[in-house]
């Protein structure tokens, strides 16, 4: 059989696991696990009183409605300029959390509207799979162990579709180093330029946080395969520079059509891409944060205590279960790939020793906190994350898998490393479920609660059959005269093993089943009308991530109240400031507030509240009085309540005469009176240049003449002004509005903190707001000419050669 033919029979195995694995979206139209409240077994979602559970909801929550939000203005033919709803009005293009100009996005934006989100991570888990599948290969690695790798990158957990970000990340490293090793290979500039188109994806939609890591990464990679002399490379080291300048320079090129608008919304923002202050604990402070953190559990943890519940959460890689904790694990190796790792560790070809130390290095990395936290100080670009590098650990460990499982294929002695390793992992999986689990304590982490019988079951069998794997593996490089099909038998048995862990540990696709109406969620509705978000901090703007934060929700803050991620992200959490929304926009909050109690150990999880466009958002909280002190744990032991908020009408609008000018916003917000007049940084001017005077002839006026219209990015608003006054819209104010009065340009001005306002004449008159996207136009530009370059270096390339031959 031809070479091409076993590729194309690999590609189609892996093809059919995915297919399998997003069987509930494909034959049956699920969506991706919309229900916030849905336990994480789904034998019991009709969950006890006393088990209530935690579960990472956040970003279903978050682009099950951003995804179909963007779709919908595409239908109407509006570009998503503005988000009006989170982020204090990030333009949605701008934000890497909804990247309408990643391909993959793009190619989702096609099915139906609930379906986007999961039709997103279906054709990016594709890429990704398919990318690492030719990255092997083109290792010289034969169809069996590329498929092998493929389908553990795939099934390790990292692809957590949920999160589509991380996913889109990770989707492009593979492609990245595969372009770059090719081009070294064939020294043609389409490569170079291939490598460029997904250095610029991978900036559009991945996680900024993780690219930070993988830049070392990826040029320490690049460094060694260009100079190790066992590659007896063609190409000029001249020559491989340009190429490494072209895939950089043009990748972030290509991508400024949606990062050079969030750059300069950060600039408008007066944020950084330097994460806030961050901390070198000592060993006490880590005690005393650690205790701080875990004081409302009611036990003591001594420096003992914690170093043991560390050294559990750090061993969940070789553990048969998952785990939430960001800084731990939220990864799924398996034993399979955990063994043959750490064969291909310490048997693969000394060619292959800098992947083993740059495997090394990020072990201790996402191991070793201390280490990292210096290292983050002190390596420029680190520190615009608070994660390790979790996605090069695996992304290495997979590779190293890999190779180990290609040492044992071609070993012709008897392979001791894979019986011992085997039966060593065997006995440790078996006593770390022994250890009794600590409580968990992140907020996006789950508690696992092994019930005797199923769940039992499926981790012994999960164990057995591993075990069997690696001995199957171990006996077929004896070249022992077993059936020939004994790596395909392998490889069936991975697939089948991995399959049934991936779906046990991840019911992501729901039964589009509503809440269960238990005696133990009692069911009682507050509902708040046009409720905009935004963090609040009193005091410092500029916080560290273990401080303590407070929360308020008015009608969308500017980004200087706010403390958010290098591209405006919000998690959002608490808040009910009830005062500040009668106070700044009256009239938009109804004073009908009931709300939904859940008792229990652990609750749904405060940690992450997003608002949405259309239809309901909960948030959490212990008090309607109170609200800032609920720490952001699952575990809660008091009753808590979830405020359900409406988020889809028109800002509140009226006429005000009364103005009070303030020299800087240091007030107490819940202080200033702004029912009858709104404080304003300067002098309002009329149209003709003279200065509007205060006064308060207009208190009390009803302002129901006032209509307007409103989309994302434009705002409509007809009008009779009884005299000479300022029209006050409680929208949230940003300096790429405009305004046009009648046709005639006038200016914004910034309002009660947060809000617009316009000098209005008297008479009858019409405004229109709308946002400017010059940032946009430039960025497309910039990425149009990009496109255009490369693709006329690659025919000049392509046309040189043909001369040259």
């Not at 935690?54 to 509006?78: C, H, Q, R, T």
């Not at 901390?279 to 875990?294: F, S, V, Y």
């Not at 020299?663 to 007049?677: I, M």
Request: charged fraction near 20%; proline fraction near 5%; include cysteine.
């Amino acid at each position: 059989m031809s070479e091409r033919k076993k590729d194309i029979i690999a590609v189609s195995i892996l093809l059919l696991v995915i297919i399998i694995r997003f069987y509930p979206l494909i034959f049956q139209g699920y969506p991706l696990n919309p229900d916030a409240w849905k336990n994480y077994y789904p034998w019991r979602a009709d969950y006890s009183e006393s088990e209530i559970k935690s579960i990472f909801y956040d970003p279903n929550m978050e682009y099950g409605v951003w995804f179909p939000m963007v779709k919908d203005e595409l239908a109407n033919g509006n570009f998503p300029h503005w988000n009006q709803y989170s982020n204090c009005g990030t333009p949605l293009y701008a934000n890497h959390l909804v990247p309408v100009f990643h391909l993959p996005f793009a190619l989702a934006l096609l099915a139906p509207s609930e379906l986007v989100q999961a039709t997103y991570a279906f054709i990016m888990v594709i890429f990704g799979t398919l990318f690492f599948y030719w990255f092997l290969r083109n290792w010289k690695l034969n169809q069996f162990v590329s498929t092998f790798g493929a389908l553990a990158y795939f099934l390790n957990g990292w692809m957590f579709y949920v999160y589509p970000p991380e996913v889109a990340t990770f989707i492009w490293l593979p492609a990245i180093l595969l372009f770059h090793d090719r081009f070294l290979e064939n020294d043609k500039i389409l490569d170079a330029g291939l490598g460029a188109l997904c250095v610029g994806q991978m900036l559009i939609a991945g996680y900024p946080i993780h690219v930070a890591h993988l830049f070392y990464f990826v040029l320490a990679y690049f460094i060694w395969r260009r100079f190790h002399k066992s590659f007896p490379w063609k190409t000029s080291v001249n020559r491989w520079i340009i190429v490494i300048i072209i895939m950089a320079l043009g990748g972030a090129l290509i991508s400024s059509v949606q990062n050079y608008p969030t750059y300069k919304y950060m600039n408008f923002a007066s944020r950084s891409l330097e994460s806030e202050e961050k901390i070198l604990e000592t060993q006490g402070e880590l005690i005393e944060r650690k205790q701080n953190e875990l004081e409302f559990t009611g036990r003591k943890f001594d420096l003992k205590n914690i170093i043991s519940y560390q050294l559990i959460k750090r061993s969940s890689i070789l553990r048969p279960n998952y785990s939430w904790d960001i800084m731990a694990g939220r990864q799924f190796t398996g034993s399979v790939v955990v063994c043959l790792g750490l064969i291909g560790l310490f048997i693969a070809n000394r060619r292959f020793l800098a992947i083993k130390i740059l495997f090394l290095v990020f072990s201790v990395l996402c191991y070793i906190t201390p280490l990292y936290h210096v290292v983050e100080r002190i390596v420029p670009g680190w520190s615009i994350t608070p994660f390790m590098p979790w996605e090069t650990f695996i992304f290495l460990f997979i590779f190293l898998a890999a190779l180990g499982l290609d040492k044992l294929i071609r070993l012709d002695k008897r392979s001791v490393h894979a019986i011992v390793i085997t039966a060593l992992l065997f006995i440790t999986q078996l006593v770390l479920l022994s250890v009794p689990k600590f409580p968990t304590f992140h907020s996006r982490e789950i508690v696992f609660r092994w019930s005797p019988t199923t769940d039992s079951i499926v981790v012994v069998t999960y164990a057995v059959i591993s075990s069997l794997i690696l001995i199957c593996i171990g006996f077929a490089s004896n070249r022992l005269k077993l059936p020939r099909m004994i790596t395909g038998f392998c490889l069936a048995l991975f697939i089948f093993s991995g399959l049934m862990i991936h779906n046990y540990m991840y019911p992501w696709f729901d039964s589009k089943n509503p809440m269960p109406r238990t005696d133990s969620v009692q069911k009682i509705i507050t509902t708040c009308d046009n409720g905009r978000i935004a963090r609040y901090f009193p005091d410092n703007f500029h916080i560290s991530r273990y401080e303590r934060q407070n929360y308020i929700f008015p009608p969308n803050l500017p980004a200087k109240f706010k403390v958010m991620d290098v591209f405006g992200y919000d998690s959002l959490t608490l808040g009910n400031y009830r005062n500040f929304f009668r106070l700044s926009a009256p009239g938009t909050i109804y004073r009908d507030r009931i709300m939904l109690t859940l008792r229990g150990v652990d609750s749904l999880n405060p940690s992450g509240f997003f608002v949405q466009a259309s239809g309901l958002r909960y948030c959490l909280s212990k008090d309607d009085d109170d609200v800032g002190k609920i720490l952001g744990a699952p575990i809660v032991s008091e009753p808590i309540r979830i405020h359900r908020i409406e988020t889809d009408s028109k800002p509140y609008a009226r006429f005000i005469g009364e103005y009070e000018l303030i020299s800087e916003y240091d007030g107490n917000l819940r202080d200033d009176d702004f029912t009858h007049k709104i404080l304003l940084l300067d002098r309002p001017k009329k149209q003709n240049g003279d200065i509007l005077e205060s006064n308060n002839s207009l208190q009390g006026l009803n302002s129901e003449n006032i209509k307007m219209t409103r989309s994302n990015s434009k705002l409509e608003i007809e009008f009779d002004a009884p005299q000479d006054c300022i029209l006050y819209v409680a929208d949230t104010y940003h300096p790429l509005w405009r305004a046009k009065l009648d046709g005639e340009e006038v200016s914004i001005i910034e309002a009660n903190y947060a809000f617009r306002a316009v000098v209005v004449p008297e008479g009858r008159h019409k405004l229109v707001m709308w946002y400017d996207s010059r940032e946009v136009v430039a960025g497309g530009i910039a990425s149009a000419v990009t496109l255009l370059v490369l693709i006329l270096l690659c025919l000049i390339d392509k046309k040189t050669t043909k001369i040259q031959k």
